[in-house]
């Protein structure tokens, strides 16, 4: 597999009426209107499980205050470890997605569909809405730096935070010309 | 949508004879055994019908050097601009996936499936071969800092590298204690 930067999220879902997280780096944007999101994850994952039974689940993006807590929830499964203590939770309008306080973005989603691989599952899931910790907004918008967000390195780590920002998306190449 | 940091990648194939890269940040692993990857992109991209035409196609890793071109790929439809001569490319052993020689990853893929979505399709495939620029390792491990791959920071960027190393993965969890 290749090297890469990766997002890291927790899934968050009710498994048998207990709030579970599973750490995940392999995630995806699906589409921007409407909003929707993937998560790849092993055929034997609990959380999956809750998803498909309350219809709802939740992507978290921790911050690198939380990294101890996130890869404490990659390392256990939720079959084996109660992690229900592990954040403290909130729900949001669909009830039943447990989300985690600590992370400074909280995803609320739907679930739209589980695609089987051959190894994995992937979870569609559609966006109903998105929190954001209100100290890390600079003049409203999302402010990485105060994010602090994890990124993971493909494959086996470390985790990472934002570096040097190197130009502007959608300006970088207005000037390009190929040879 | 969520503020969050993904992989940037470009997206070789081969259109109807003319190499093309499509820049993409809706991107995910699927599997690692086999190793698998896919790709979100519109329905009207021309790079999907090239990979549906020849049944391969590329995941290139573009560092902070390229960025301009990378973006430059971002902002043009291959349907409209020729984007051929971008890059210097290279082709490997499915001999249809083109791949560009700047970039210091590159992953060789056949088609595996298109999965349609509402309002777009993710495109899966197997890895076949990964390509790394031998300057870009240490100690013969891919090694970030001399990688220097872009990211990018949904919705809208900007473009940025890796920064602080916050902790091993698999290791920083290990003695955490939930409350």
């Known amino acids: 597999m290749p090297t890469m930067g990766l997002p890291v999220v927790l899934v968050g879902a009710k498994c048998q009426g207990k709030v579970n997280f599973c750490t995940v780096a392999w995630a995806t944007m699906i589409d921007d209107e409407p909003p929707m999101m993937a998560v790849v994850m092993g ?48 729900f949001g309008k669909t009830l039943t997605a447990p989300m985690a306080r600590e992370c400074p973005i909280n995803v609320e989603l739907t679930l739209d569909d589980i695609i089987e691989f051959e190894g994995t599952d992937m979870v569609v899931g559609e966006v109903e809405e998105v929190y954001v910790d209100e100290e890390c907004l600079t003049s409203g918008r999302p402010d990485m730096e105060k994010l602090q967000l994890l990124l993971y390195l493909s494959s086996g780590g470390p985790y990472f935070v934002k570096g040097r920002t190197v130009a502007e998306a959608f300006k970088a190449g207005r000037d390009f010309q190929p040879r």
């Open 43 to 90: 055929k034997d994952r609990c959380t999956k499980e809750g998803i498909k039974e309350n219809g709802t689940f939740s992507i978290n993006l921790p911050s690198a205050s939380s990294v101890a807590a996130t890869d404490y929830c990659g390392l256990h499964s939720g079959n084996k470890v109660d992690k229900s203590m592990v954040f403290d939770v909130f």
